[in-house]
């Protein structure tokens, strides 16, 4: 089975600094996916960045970055000068590709909450 | 990526009744999904909306409580049945274009008296 776990219910940062948050999966396959969503107070899930388990390099977006340990099955992701409009939870998710006849799904973790203080 | 509307963006309803949940995207997708998040809690996917032909349910999620629609390739519709408090949640439609990333709405709000 897949599971996503993220064992850091809450983070703070203080606004203009680093703070990265970590995720951990578990999946016996060697082709998926894997995700950051970040959901503020609006509950929009918002896509943050994804990281496709072939490609050995790190995924970059602008502030937001991601530490790929595939070996030790890691995914955390670093926000960099930190903004208060970072403030959200943020959950990192898994994909697989499906079996023959199965569903397509994302598997999520219970999610950080981040706090940003001014 | 896509614009997902999703309507109505909350309720509150007595028990016993039904809410009809209605997912609008702005151009065509192959995959639509409909997703619950308990209070506090992660997302957990309900169903996959086939174009064409029934849902595909995940364990723990019937269609009689559940039932889906999905008449064309840019609309899509959750039924919750016969309400109870535990249905108190919030539902995200998300969407995808045969790729693995998926895309969501802004969610609705639900909460049973």
């Known amino acids: 089975a897949q599971t996503v776990t993220q064992s850091q219910p809450e983070m703070s940062v203080q606004e203009a600094e680093t703070v990265t948050l970590s995720c951990t999966y578990d999946?016996?396959?060697?082709?998926?996916?894997l995700f950051w969503y970040k959901q503020p107070p609006s509950r929009q899930m918002i896509l943050v960045i994804r990281?496709?388990?072939?490609?050995?390099q790190n995924a970059t977006e602008n502030r937001f970055s991601v530490n790929f340990q595939k070996a030790a099955k890691s995914f955390s992701l670093k926000i960099s000068d930190s903004q208060l409009g970072d403030a959200a939870m943020y959950f990192c998710?898994?994909?697989?590709?499906?079996?023959?006849?199965?569903?397509?799904?994302?598997?999520f973790g219970k999610g950080t909450k981040l706090t940003v203080n001014p | 990526s896509a614009v997902i509307s999703q309507k109505p963006s909350r309720d509150i309803c007595q028990r016993g009744t039904s809410l009809t949940i209605q997912c609008q995207v702005d151009?065509?997708?192959?995959?639509m999904f409909w997703y619950r998040q308990q209070p506090g809690q992660s997302l957990t996917l309900i169903a996959t909306?086939?174009?064409?032909?029934?849902?595909?349910?995940e364990s723990g999620f019937v269609i009689d409580k559940f039932p889906i629609s999905r008449p064309n390739l840019t609309f899509s519709t959750l039924t919750v049945s016969n309400m109870s408090p535990e249905d108190s949640s919030i539902y995200l439609c998300?969407?995808?274009?045969?790729?693995?990333?998926?895309?969501f709405g802004p969610g609705t709000r639900l909460l049973v008296l």
């Open positions: 998300s969407v995808s274009r045969g790729s693995e990333t998926q895309y």
């Open positions: 999946t016996s396959e060697s082709d998926y996916y």
């Open positions: 990281q496709e388990a072939y490609k050995q």
């Open positions: 998710a898994s994909y697989l590709s499906p079996p023959q006849g199965g569903s397509e799904k994302l598997v």
């Open positions: 151009s065509q997708v192959t995959m």
């Open positions: 909306a086939n174009q064409g032909s029934e849902a595909t349910y």
